[in-house]
């Protein structure tokens, strides 16, 4: 094993709040600190900061979404805006903000269309025990005079949701994926957006029943126009027929326990998940077990691979390599797995430096405590994973060859990345955007 050290690179703060790049194909990595309200742009692998956005608290459980053309979207919690940034744009004079639009919050999902026009925003708990909130927000960043956002109400919770469809079409979907009781709720786009002011009960197009109440995790797969929602009983699947959805025969976990978590490979069309098992009791989270799950689009094949006790929860796709950042009293450790070939495995286990602050035994292991946040891009072999409380972030090359050290640098930002961040990691023409939905 290959232990990654404090090797420390601070990047230099430019004088101004975007600095130009000479390299612009390099990787970029966007660094939220959504705690003390910053998002960095640093350029990969040096770490040098080439675009800065203060005053902006990014609503973490809706995360990053990939646009096409290297933009990137997130939601602004405290605004009470979605902003889309152009990590390249400041290398040819563009802002590194290229839009901004209201939207309802607290922001619970994010996703948008395969053409990245059409976005939809749904709203969650919040810094509440209980849910409150029915708005649901349609974006058009395409609209004639310019980005352009509507609210309505649809149904309380915490839904998932997907976009199906496009401008093109003339009828692409809102998909939201409820709980208590299940169900995938579709509206149409362009109702949506004609509706009037006051947020008005928005009018559903088609519902199908779900027959779990427990959904988390969304994904969709733009090429079928399928969507996936991870319940408990395995992951549920339906596809569009016109303006309905029709369901079809659910994907197993093919082991104990379930996801909570989904999201599309675009470039392998693969689905990933981590399956956890284990106690149900929050303050027994060391005892949880923890599996990759994958299933081929392709292939029509699925497997799991174990990768130790603990809190694993989000994962990062690079280009041969899934990541997954493993927390753990005994220590904690990046897991990297293979995805170029028809048998997935573990390639390798790198142990990473204890946070202050880290989770314990009979606590929660995400109320008050440090966490990690992890990211890749289907076009890089980098992976970035956090070291919250500290304001690292560790940058490790996974295709590193064997015997050799995997760590590339760490980077150092400003602020100490409370609850571990959020990251984003874009490089050009990755095809990120292949996986329409907010990581």
């Known amino acids: 094993m290959i232990i990654i050290a404090n090797n420390t690179v601070r990047p230099p703060t430019p004088e101004t709040a975007v600095s130009v790049n000479p390299a612009p194909a390099s990787p970029r990595l966007l660094v939220a600190d959504q705690v003390a309200g910053a998002v960095y742009v640093l350029s990969l692998p040096d770490g040098r900061e080439t675009g800065r956005v203060e005053g902006r608290h990014l609503a973490e459980h809706a995360g990053f979404l990939a646009l096409p053309g290297g933009r990137t979207a997130f939601v602004d919690d405290l ?33 948008a269309d395969p053409t990245g026009r059409l976005l939809a925003v749904t709203t969650g708990l919040g810094r509440n025990w209980e849910a409150w909130s029915d708005l649901l927000t349609a974006v058009d960043l395409g609209a004639p005079g310019g980005p352009r956002s509507v609210r309505v109400r649809a149904r309380t919770g915490e839904p998932g949701v997907t976009v199906l469809g496009g401008p093109a079409e003339e009828d692409a979907l809102v998909v939201l994926r409820h709980r208590e009781p299940g169900s ?27 027959a779990d109440d427990d959904g988390h995790g969304d994904a ?35 082991g104990a326990g379930r996801g909570y978590y989904l999201r599309l490979d675009p470039a392998r069309r693969t689905l990933w998940s981590c399956v956890r098992g284990g106690p149900a009791d929050p303050g027994r989270w060391p005892e949880w077990t923890n599996d990759a ?25 690079a280009a041969r390599r899934t990541a997954y950042a493993r927390v753990h009293p005994d220590g904690d450790e990046l897991v990297l797995v293979t995805t170029d070939s028809d048998s997935p495995a573990v390639a390798a286990r790198l142990p990473l430096p204890a946070m202050d602050g880290a989770p314990r035994p009979g606590g929660t292991p995400w109320d008050g405590v440090q966490r990690r946040a992890v990211a890749a891009s289907p076009g890089s072999s980098l992976v970035a994973v956090t070291r919250g409380g500290h304001g690292e972030i560790h940058l490790v090359d996974a295709d590193a060859a064997p015997g050799t050290s995997p760590l590339v640098t760490t980077l150092k930002v400003p602020t100490p990345l409370n609850d571990g961040g959020h990251l984003a990691l874009i490089s050009p023409g990755d095809g990120a955007h292949g996986d329409p939905v907010g990581r």
């Open 184 to 210: 995938f709720t579709a509206y149409r786009h362009a109702d949506l957006m004609s509706a009037a002011p006051a947020c008005p009960p928005a009018v559903p197009a088609a519902e199908l029943p779900l």
């Open 79 to 111: 605004a009470g805006e979605l902003v889309v940034l152009d990590p390249y744009g400041p290398d040819t004079g563009r802002p590194l903000t290229a839009a901004t639009v209201p939207v309802a919050v607290p922001a619970e999902h994010l996703a």
């Open 293 to 317: 799950w994958w299933h081929s689009l392709e292939h029509d094949t699925t497997g799991h691979i174990p990768l130790g006790p603990g809190l694993v929860f989000r994962l990062a796709v």
């Open 220 to 254: 969709q797969d733009p090429l079928s126009g399928r969507l996936f929602a991870a319940t408990g009983s395995g992951v549920r699947r339906a596809r569009r027929d016109g303006g309905a959805l029709v369901a079809e025969e659910p994907l197993p976990w093919a």
